[in-house]
């Protein structure tokens, strides 16, 4: 199972960016999906969840700016970020909930983490 992350890049404060994270493999199930983020020198901090029925929620620093989605079809999270300041640059890294179907024909549940993509947002 693999968690591939993308569409991070540079903007300017008040801009938008709209990251995708996309889940491949042999999964059965998908259950949460998060984005999560760490900027230098700070601990790795939750940005937003979304459940497999679409129950989003998020931390305080991005509501009202940070909508997270995902298309259960595609097995993609997204992540559209809008008014965006200097204080969300970091990486940002996808995470989720997996089942899969192991060589063994065996259901293993994991914690999957994508590679990690960066926002910076200059001022």
């Given at each position: 199972v693999q968690l591939?992350?993308?569409?991070g890049?540079?903007?300017q404060?008040?801009?938008?960016?709209r990251l995708s994270c996309a889940a491949s493999g042999n999964t059965f199930r998908i259950d949460d999906m998060r984005w999560y983020r760490q900027a230098p020198g700070k601990e790795r901090e939750l940005v937003a969840g979304i459940t497999s029925g679409g129950t989003a929620n998020y931390g305080d620093s991005v509501k009202g700016r940070f909508t997270i989605s995902r298309d259960n079809a595609r097995k993609t999270v997204y992540l559209q970020m809008n008014s965006l300041k200097p204080e969300d640059t970091a990486?940002?890294?996808?995470?989720a909930d997996v089942l899969y179907l192991n060589y063994a024909e065996e259901y293993v549940a994991v914690k999957?983490?994508?590679q990690g993509t960066l926002v910076?947002?200059?001022?």
């Open positions: 591939q992350a993308s569409g890049g540079s903007v404060t008040g801009g938008s960016l990486v940002y890294h996808c995470n999957a983490w994508g910076t947002v200059s001022s």
